[in-house]
Every structure is written in C-alpha cells, then in structure tokens.
C-alpha cells in the first residue's frame, strides 16, 4: 500500500481485525447479511501521513446517512462560537462568500449567514442538501473534489473568502485531489479553514477513534507537508477540546500570512514526541493489547460475582472497542442510548440491542459501561441517572484509562 499524500511505501502499525462498519445499526433481518472489512492503519515515513491501510468505497460508507448536525445543543454553541470568531479573525463581512465542505443541514453555515455573510454548502447527500435549502442555506448536492472546484469556478465565477470543513479533511481517501480543488476555489487572499481530530488521540490510547470513516490520523508535521506539496502553506494551527482534542487548521496561498508561532511551537512538540517515528506508532498497538487485558480482567471479576452490566450509549467509537476488545454478549445485556434512531435496532458486530435508558429501572445492572468516555461528566451528571447512582450503580470508563466510579 502506497502514501495517499505522497505515494511512498506505508507501514502498518496496528490492525484491529475485520470489522463491521461502526455506525450501521442493524434491524433484526439484516444481522444475518452483515459485512465485515479490514481495518488497520499504517504509517507514511517520508511525509508522517497515518492512514487507513484499506479504504470502503465512500457509497458505500454514506449510504444510509442519517443527519443529526442540528440536534446537540452544545454543537450548535460551537458552530455559533466558531462562525463568530472566525469571520472576526478573517475579517469576513458581507461582502465574503464562506464554503463549506460537507456542510450537512447548515448548521454551521446559518450563523454566518446571521452575521450577513454570504455562504454556499457543499455535502453530497441529496436527503440533507435538500433540508438546508429548505432553510434558506444555499447547499450544492455533490462530493467536492478538484474538478467540482474548477467547474464551480469556471462556470459560475465562484470563489470563496472562506473554505470551512469539519470533519472532512480526514475522511476523504483522494486527499491529495481534494486539497488541489481548495486551492482553486480559494481567492487569492482566502483561507481554508479545517477542523479534525488530533492524532495525539492515539498516542494517549484513545484508539477507538479508528473507524473506516476516518482514513487520516493528523499530526501538523503531515499537514504542513500536505498542503505544501499542494501549494499551499499552513500559516496557523489551534487546539480545540472538540472530540477530546482536535485540531484546527488555517491554510492559504504561501505568503499571505507569516507562519504563527502556535504552528513553530507545535510542530518543535511534535518532533520531541516523536510523530515523525514508526515507533512512536507501534507503541499505540501495544497499549490497546494491555488495556484490553485488563479490561477483560475486569468484566470476568464482575460476572464472576453473577453481577450484570449494561453499555450506555452506542458511538461509533464504542462499537469499536467492543469489537475490538470482544466484548458483546458475553459480558453485556445490552445498551441503553438516548438516540432515537438507534433504539429497536442492533449494535454493529456485537448485535447487542439497544434499548430506550428507562430499561436501566426495569433490568437494575450494576454497572454501566460508558462507551462515550469524551463527555463521561456530562453521562454522570444527567438527571436521568441519578436514581441509578442513587441506588448504588457505578459506572465503568475504559478509555484512556480503565476506572471505575
Ligand atoms: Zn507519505
């Protein structure tokens, strides 16, 4: 397998096995029928790009796309905070056109639109497309890549101020196409702007965010070289504690900017830390190995007691570690998730059901595995659990580090 950025010979660092795709639910007569893929990630050690090993055809990944962008309060307040800030940095008024990429509902493009700045959204399912345009959020139904970017800008003259894109840059397996089509849809003083998940995630055992979804594990020394193979120049980076800690990345013609000192300073960090190193990669294998022994330790003791335990919550990432770790109906009687659209359907591998969170009264467990460890005050914290703790149940993070609470 060759670099997606540069075409060098990568290295595999960890495999997490075959493994179904971690956001398809099932219904009950679609057990039978599930599909299971490879998924291991390897490492470029000319350009430092961490990739997934084997790509699924995006059609097939986004097939049954269900939206949810507008639903969560505490995203909509990023969106908000974001849209503010960054037209304040980039000195966005009504004059400037932001694009987004895979701009789902419009739910980050509508509060720049209240800012009186002009938007367009660009995300490839028709069913959310047509949602946002019934919200007033001009919204294309396409994929972006190079020659999407060339025609919108050939034939209708559009170029943008600002290219915004959440969680898209390290989703999309020709990377090196879709940067191409950012640098031609930018003007010629615009920026990129794009937010992701860190790569330092992995070092620090957060490995289940490794899914078929994200084919990029970013670390700055790989961007930078990215986007400057590209002609373009990263001028500016800032962390964010989206996700459990990303990244957000500024990007534009080279020599509009001069280079921050955020991006010096990190990129010194990353080289101390080693993410230009194939052993730095290896080590995140090693520590999955360890907690997944002792995590199984763990659940063995509490079984072998006659207790019960139950999931709370099914995130991709969770469906990950379950599968990963083997953990299914073995040890769990089921999940509980607040989702509706999950509720009544089966968890992807395990095919453990998921239920609404009142079955915690009727079932009683002892302990709530929470698969969700990136907001876990927030699941100790709701109402709707109190009882439960009230009651003696005790809770069971796993990631980064096995406690029990
Ligand atoms: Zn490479």
Redesign the pocket.
């Known amino acids: 397998m060759n ?1 997606r ?4 010979p990568i290295i595999k660092f960890i495999s997490l096995g075959q493994m179904p795709l971690a956001n398809s639910f099932l219904k009950k007569e679609q057990i039978p029928l599930e599909k299971k893929y490879d998924l291991s990630v390897g490492f ?1 050690p ?2 430092y ?1 961490a990739q997934l090993m084997d790509t699924i055809p995006p059609e097939e990944l986004f097939s049954d796309y269900v939206y949810f962008s507008s639903t969560s309060d505490s995203f909509l307040k990023h969106c908000e905070e974001s849209a503010s800030y960054l037209s304040k940095k980039l000195g966005l008024g009504k004059q400037s056109l932001v694009m987004e990429i895979a701009s789902n509902d419009g739910a980050q493009l509508q509060f720049f639109k209240n800012l009186g700045i002009q938007v367009l959204g660009i995300d490839p399912a028709k069913n959310v497309a047509f949602v946002a345009n019934q919200k007033g959020i001009p919204t294309i139904a396409e994929f972006f890549n190079f020659d999407f970017a060339n025609n919108l800008k050939n034939q209708k003259g559009i170029t943008a101020d600002l290219v915004f894109g959440a969680n898209v840059l390290a989703h999309v397996p020709q990377i090196v196409d879709f940067v191409k089509g950012v640098k031609k849809i930018l003007k010629s003083k615009g920026s990129a702007v794009f937010e992701f998940p860190y790569v330092s995630g992995l070092m620090e055992g957060k490995f289940d965010t490794i899914y078929h979804e994200h084919v990029f594990y970013f670390s700055l020394i790989a961007l930078v070289n990215l986007f400057k193979a590209a002609g373009l120049e990263l001028y500016d980076v800032e962390i964010t504690p989206v996700q459990g800690g990303s990244l957000r990345i500024y990007v534009s013609l080279p020599g509009n900017f001069s280079i921050s000192e955020n991006v010096k300073n990190l990129v010194a960090q990353e080289i101390k830390n080693g993410f230009d190193k194939i052993e730095t990669y290896q080590r995140v294998k090693e520590g999955a190995i360890k907690l997944k022994e002792k995590t199984l330790e763990l659940l063995e003791g509490i079984k072998s007691r006659g207790e019960k335990i139950v999931a709370y919550s099914a995130p991709a990432k969770g469906n990950i570690l379950l599968n990963y770790f083997g953990i299914g109906k073995n040890y769990l009687d089921f999940i509980v998730d607040k989702s509706k659209a999950k509720q009544g359907l089966y968890a992807p591998g395990t095919h453990l059901q998921v239920h609404l969170l009142e079955k915690i009264y009727q079932e009683k467990p002892d302990y709530l595995l929470i698969l969700c460890w990136n907001i876990i005050t927030e699941v100790i914290n709701m109402p709707e659990l109190q009882e439960y703790k009230k009651d003696g149940g005790k809770f069971i993070v796993l990631i980064p580090q096995i406690k029990v609470i």
């Open positions: 670099c950025g540069c075409g060098y470029c000319k350009c790009l």
